[in-house]
């Protein structure tokens, strides 16, 4: 599971969710209540199995001490949805901008098609979340959404396993992208009907197409760091 929540980190830093050593990812077995998440002194470029530290939901429980401070953020999305088993909190420039924007995300693209109406903006502040109390408000917005964006902050993408959370979060800053791009250019854009989206949710985000971007990911991070196959 470690393992797996490394590899996921340099996917995102890869997908460009990098912000120094900002931003988390954290995992925990279904129906758990510990899990693991990346210390606060990584970043998601450098991160390895060892470098990440345990947590527990419960917040009264005394934190690691190289817990990151949004630790919160994890216990709040964990205690609220039993289904959700891996949290990514990042700072992804499109994501962060177009959330700033207060725009929901329509089906432009295949990404589109899986977060249209699945996505949530969070504004009652921009702050870094330290308190579990904003921590579960964040929750609350998300609901039995797959993402959160936090105002002038970044995003929050949950999933049941690593690889739908990670392969979400790096989709999520796609969508983005995208959106911003066709929004810049001032003119009307064509978008997927329901019965389409509803298609693509079945076929391209079924749970072995998943998988399958998971793997072109891993390869991915394997070519630029080999050490990563001995983990």
Same mark, same amino acid.
């Given at each position: 599971? /470690?393992?797996?929540?490394?590899?996921?980190? =340099?996917?995102?830093?890869?997908g460009g969710?990098?912000?120094?050593?900002?931003?988390?990812v954290?995992?925990?077995r279904?129906? +758990?209540?510990?899990?693991?998440?990346?210390?606060?002194?990584?970043?998601?470029d450098?991160?390895?199995p060892?470098?990440?530290?345990?947590?527990?939901?419960?917040?009264?429980?005394?934190?690691?001490?190289?817990?990151?401070?949004?630790?919160?953020?994890?216990?709040?999305?964990?205690?609220?949805?039993?289904?959700?088993?891996?949290?990514?909190?990042?700072?992804?420039?499109?994501?962060?901008?177009?959330?700033?924007?207060?725009?929901?995300?329509?089906?432009?693209?295949? &990404?589109?098609?899986?977060?249209?109406?699945?996505?949530?903006h969070? /504004?009652?502040?921009?702050?870094?979340?330290?308190?579990?109390?904003?921590?579960?408000?964040?929750?609350?917005?998300l +609901?039995?959404?797959?993402?959160?964006?936090?105002?002038?902050?970044?995003?929050?993408?949950?999933?049941?396993s690593? =690889?739908?959370?990670?392969?979400?979060?790096?989709?999520?800053?796609?969508?983005?992208?995208?959106?911003?791009?066709?929004?810049?250019?001032?003119?009307?854009?064509?978008? +997927? /009907?329901?019965?389409?989206?509803e298609?693509?949710? &079945?076929?391209?985000?079924?749970?072995?197409?998943?998988?399958?971007?998971?793997?072109h990911?891993?390869?991915?991070?394997? =070519?630029?760091?080999p050490?990563?196959?001995?983990?």
């Amino acid at each position: 599971m /470690t393992i797996q929540a490394a590899l996921g980190a =340099r996917m995102l830093s890869a997908g460009g969710h990098d912000d120094f050593n900002q931003g988390q990812v954290s995992c925990r077995r279904p129906g +758990s209540a510990d899990f693991v998440i990346k210390g606060a002194l990584v970043g998601f470029d450098e991160a390895t199995p060892q470098d990440f530290v345990p947590g527990q939901v419960d917040p009264l429980a005394p934190p690691h001490r190289l817990a990151p401070p949004e630790i919160p953020l994890h216990q709040a999305a964990y205690e609220a949805r039993p289904d959700v088993n891996c949290v990514v909190h990042s700072h992804s420039p499109a994501a962060l901008v177009f959330g700033a924007l207060r725009e929901a995300l329509v089906p432009l693209s295949h &990404e589109g098609a899986l977060l249209h109406g699945e996505t949530h903006h969070f /504004t009652l502040t921009s702050n870094t979340v330290l308190d579990i109390g904003v921590a579960r408000a964040i929750a609350t917005t998300l +609901s039995s959404g797959i993402g959160v964006f936090l105002v002038n902050h970044g995003s929050l993408v949950v999933g049941k396993s690593v =690889r739908q959370a990670v392969v979400f979060a790096l989709m999520l800053e796609r969508a983005c992208r995208l959106q911003l791009d066709a929004l810049a250019t001032g003119r009307e854009f064509s978008t +997927s /009907t329901m019965v389409d989206v509803e298609a693509k949710r &079945e076929f391209v985000f079924a749970d072995l197409s998943i998988r399958a971007y998971w793997e072109h990911a891993r390869r991915r991070v394997l =070519r630029t760091t080999p050490e990563a196959g001995e983990w």
